[in-house]
């Protein structure tokens, strides 16, 4: 067996038989072109389904603890879903879809107030002055917009059969998830010892720790988020109200749904709220930002802390590099996955670690 002369060599040889097989990789594309056709069909399917598994796995468990066959706790379960999806739509969908349209009908109105309100900047002082600097080449600006309006026709053709790749996406989607979702829920508990199938038998236990682990962290997380958006929609819909806000149901469900992003998110689901309030009163802005502090302020030290605890405990800087890595590299839906896929990889690595660490103190004993 050949041996290296030290770690040097070592880690210098492993560097260049990953790089070596990065290249290989990228010569031969197309072979992983249908994994990835696959994966990426299979994506929001399995992705939603888990989502909608632990928010619902506590309530299958209620119900079999009821001695109800698993399958009847189910299909209560899912009629439940569609009659709070129902009521739902039937109490908040026409007002919903209503303030949507005027929110829509009034933009023109929006974009008029917009002009007219660059058009006194253009004849302030400051926008002068702007002129006369190198800092802004208006004719660079001026060559991008030319560009970006020869380009449109070409951008909307792409943007039709984008819309028309999401349509058929989402009705697979919506297809598949309840049969996927049901299987979770029937037969999710055999997940990890099928898993740990996998894994030698002197691994065993410790990986189904770790499997252990990696759901009671998914489950805290997910089933906090659900609880805490839920709190951020109706306290923001409430403060809305209160300061006669229009739009108060679109705006508040904007701020629920960004909310999942953390730190960031507030900050997100509040601009087009503060947006709106401007073209109202400055006032009106200003009492947007005072509810929108308030309910996070509530949020954070009191509900959060609540329903999801320490269990998650993460570093505030280490969030924030999470995020911007991964906003980076998938936008939005990186910035929503971020957090619970760095708290699973943090639980599997810090449980590995622990292992490991034990069995070098069981070989040091036995020697």
Avoid at 45 to 71: A, C, D, E, N, Q
Avoid at 163 to 192: A, E, I, Q, R
Wanted: glycine share 6%; hydrophobic share 55%.
């Amino acid at each position: 067996m050949f041996k290296f002369k030290s770690k040097l060599h070592f880690w210098t040889f492993e560097l260049l038989m990953i790089s070596l097989l990065i290249l290989v990789c990228t010569k031969i594309s197309f072979f992983f072109e249908p994994i990835v056709v696959f994966i990426s069909t299979l994506f929001f399917p399995v992705l939603i389904s888990g989502f909608l598994y632990f928010i619902f796995h506590p309530v299958v468990t209620f119900l079999t603890g009821r001695r109800l066959p698993k399958g009847i706790a189910i299909l209560i379960i899912y009629l439940l879903a569609v009659g709070v999806v129902t009521l739902f739509g039937a109490l908040v969908g026409p007002a919903l879809s209503k303030q949507v349209a005027d929110l829509f009908t009034n933009l023109p109105n929006y974009i008029v107030e917009v002009r007219e309100f660059l058009d006194d900047l253009s004849h302030s002082k400051q926008y002068k002055w702007a002129l006369s600097q190198d800092y802004v080449s208006f004719d660079k600006i001026e060559a991008s917009l030319l560009d970006y309006t020869s380009n449109l026709p070409t951008d909307i053709t792409n943007s039709l059969s984008s819309v028309f790749s999401v349509v058929t996406n989402v009705t697979l989607t919506v297809v598949t998830v309840p049969f996927m979702l049901f299987y979770m829920l029937k037969d999710g508990h055999k997940l990890p010892h099928a898993i740990s199938r996998f894994i030698p038998i002197n691994y065993r236990t410790q990986g189904l720790t770790i499997l252990s682990e990696t759901g009671e962290t998914l489950s805290t997380y997910i089933q906090g988020q659900a609880l805490v958006c839920l709190f951020v929609g109706l306290t923001t819909f409430i403060g809305y109200l209160i300061i006669d806000m229009p739009y108060a149901l679109v705006l508040a469900l904007i701020g629920a749904v960004t909310n999942i992003i953390p730190y960031v998110g507030p900050f997100i689901g509040a601009a087009p709220a503060v947006i709106v309030a401007l073209f109202q009163s400055p006032m009106e802005a200003v009492f947007v930002i005072i509810v929108i502090v308030v309910v996070q302020q509530l949020d954070g030290n009191i509900i959060s802390p609540l329903v999801i605890g320490k269990k998650l405990n993460t570093h505030p800087l280490t969030i924030i590099i999470v995020l911007l890595v991964a906003g980076n590299i998938a936008g939005i839906m990186g910035m929503i996955l971020a957090i619970p896929t760095y708290s699973v990889t943090k639980t599997i690595v810090l449980n590995i670690v622990k292992f490991i660490k034990i069995r070098r103190r069981s070989e040091i004993e036995d020697i």
